[in-house]
Nanobody, 122 residues
Framework: VQLTESGGGAVQAGGSLRLSCGAS????????MGWFRRAPGKEREFVGC????????DYMDSVKGRFTISRDDAKSTVYLQMNDLKPEDTAVYYC????????????????WGQGTQVTVFS
């Protein structure tokens, strides 16, 4: 499956962005989808994930209550709605697909997008 992120940009602290990740090349509903990010000078980290049925969703602690993951299987797209953005959310955001479960570990995801930059300024 091929993944393409979009929706990144620059936003003032407290603002919102919605990232999209479109999939092609396979049956989207087979996959659990994850979002990760890499901030400047840091390792890539788990942001959140959603399982194939949308019945299980997980988030990293620092984004709980601010970020929401959803998916539209008819559009083969997963979304990351980011509200109340903070400068520490500045990073390149990646979506990833897993044929297993919604998990935190990068190794579970066999397919990755190219990333989209999110910059939050104060």
């Amino acid at each position: 499956v091929q993944l393409t992120e979009s929706g990144g940009g620059a936003v003032q602290a407290g603002g919102s962005l919605r990232l999209s990740c479109g999939a092609s090349g396979d049956i989207f509903s087979r996959y659990a989808m994850g979002w990760f990010r890499r901030a400047p000078g840091k390792e890539r980290e788990f942001v959140g994930c959603i399982n194939w049925s949308s019945k299980y969703i997980d988030y990293m602690d620092s984004v709980k209550g601010r970020f929401t993951i959803s998916r539209d299987d008819a559009k083969s797209t997963v979304y990351l709605q980011m509200n109340d953005l903070k400068p520490e959310d500045t990073a390149v955001y990646y979506c990833a697909a897993s044929l297993t479960l919604c998990l935190k570990g990068e190794a579970q995801y066999g397919y990755w997008g190219q990333g989209t930059q999110v910059t939050v300024f104060s």
